[in-house]
C-alpha cells in the first residue's frame, strides 16, 4: 500500500477500553501543536507496524469537529482480523507515535437537510457520534438509533448519558427485550419528511437500511452511508483485460488473479492506495473509455453508470480494455 498523502507524527495520549473488544486511542500532534480541523463523517489514514514492514488502515474521527487538540477513534478486535484491529489493540500503547493521514471526508453531513436520522450498527457508531458532536453544536434536529449486540460491547454509554444530545440518542440491544430492538423499516417510515438517512456499520446492516429507504421511495440524495470494509467478492471467473495508458500509449495486461492496482503499480505507474477494497476512495482513476465492472462501495450508483471513473484496487472490466485518463 501507498503512504498516507500527507504525513501527520501523532503520539497516543491516552488508550482506553470503551466497550467488550473495543477500545479508542486519543491522538495529539508529536510537537504538541494544534492538528488540522475537521468535519463530522471524516476518517484518517493510520500506519500501523505489520511484519515486514507497515499497513494503513481507516479510522473514523469520533470526537467533536472543532476539536484541533486531539484526534479520537475506536477500533474494533474483529474476529477475522487482516491484522489492523489486533494491532491497535496489542501492540499499540500509550505514548507511541504513529504516522497518519490528515483528515478526509467520503460521509458529510448535507448542509440543508431538516432533518438527521443517523443509524449505526456495532462500530459504526463512531463517525455518528462526530456527527451527533456537530449537529448538537448547531442545534440542527436529528435522532441517533445505535444497535448492538447488548450493552457490554456498547461504546461510548457514559460519553452519550452525560452529553447534550442525550435524549436524541436510542440504543437498542439483540440480547434484550424484542420490542426494543431497531426495526428499519418503522424508523425510517417514521421520519420526519425530508429526513436524510446516515448509516453505518457492518454490510449487511447498511445494505438493510439503504434497501429499506429505496423501497420506502427514499431518494439516493437523502441516502447516506460509510462502509468500513467491503464484503468478499467470488473472483472464480475473472479473466484477463488490458489497460491502456492515454497519455502514452502504454498497455498493461491486468491477469485472472491481479488486481488493476496491482498491474498499473508492477508497471511503474505511481497509483496512490490506501484500503485496497474500494471503500476509501485512494486510488479512484479516471476511464476515457470501456466499461468498468465496479465491485467498490466508494462510488455512487450514478457515478458507477457514468463509467468515467473507477477503483483500480477492486473494480476490474467488462470489456477488452480499459483506456485511463492517466
Known amino acids: 500500500m501507498s503512504a498516507p498523502a500527507t504525513d501527520l507524527a501523532v503520539r497516543v495520549a491516552r488508550k482506553q477500553a470503551e466497550a467488550q473488544d473495543i477500545c479508542s486511542l486519543e491522538l495529539v500532534a508529536a510537537d504538541g501543536g494544534a492538528l488540522p480541523p475537521f468535519e463530522a463523517g ?3 489514514d493510520v500506519v500501523l507496524p505489520a511484519p515486514g514492514g507497515e499497513m494503513i488502515r481507516q479510522y473514523s474521527l469520533c470526537n467533536a469537529p472543532g476539536e484541533t487538540h486531539r484526534y479520537l477513534i475506536a477500533v474494533l478486535r474483529e474476529p477475522d482480523s487482516r491484522g489492523g484491529s489486533d494491532t491497535v489493540h496489542d501492540a499499540v500503547a500509550e505514548g507511541d507515535l504513529l504516522r497518519i493521514s490528515v483528515p478526509r471526508n467520503h460521509f458529510a453531513l448535507a448542509p440543508d437537510a431538516p432533518h438527521h436520522l443517523l443509524l449505526a450498527g456495532g462500530i459504526g457508531i463512531t463517525p455518528l457520534m462526530a456527527m451527533a458532536e456537530q449537529l448538537s453544536r448547531q442545534g440542527a434536529p436529528f435522532t441517533l438509533h445505535h444497535a448492538t449486540r447488548s450493552r457490554t460491547r456498547t461504546p461510548f454509554l457514559a460519553r452519550i448519558a452525560a452529553s447534550a444530545f442525550a435524549r436524541q440518542v436510542i440504543h437498542h440491544h439483540s440480547d434484550g427485550d424484542a420490542t426494543q430492538r431497531l426495526d ?14 446516515y448509516v453505518c456499520g457492518p454490510q449487511r446492516f447498511i445494505d438493510a437500511a439503504l434497501a429499506t429507504g429505496r423501497d420506502q421511495g427514499w431518494p439516493e440524495a437523502r441516502l447516506h452511508c460509510e462502509y468500513f470494509a467491503a464484503a468478499a467478492i467470488d473472483t472464480s471467473g475473472d479473466g484477463a483485460f488490458e489497460l491502456e495508458v492515454a497519455s502514452t500509449g502504454q ?6 488473479k491481479q488486481t488493476a492496482l496491482h498491474a498499473l503499480q508492477a508497471a511503474g505507474l505511481d497509483i496512490a492506495s490506501s484500503c485496497e477494497e474500494g471503500v476509501c476512495g485512494t486510488c479512484l482513476t479516471g476511464v476515457k473509455s470501456g466499461v468498468p465492472d465496479h465491485r467498490d462501495h466508494y462510488l455512487t450508483t450514478e457515478e458507477q453508470q457514468a463509467n468515467d471513473q473507477f477503483l483500480p484496487c477492486c473494480s476490474r472490466a467488462r470489456s477488452g480494455r480499459l483506456v485511463l485518463a492517466l
Open 42 to 44: 471524516a476518517h484518517v
Open 251 to 256: 498497455v498493461i495486461t491486468v491477469l485472472p
Open 184 to 197: 428499519i423499516a418503522a424508523t425510517l417510515t417514521q421520519a420526519p419528511a425530508g429526513s436524510h438517512l
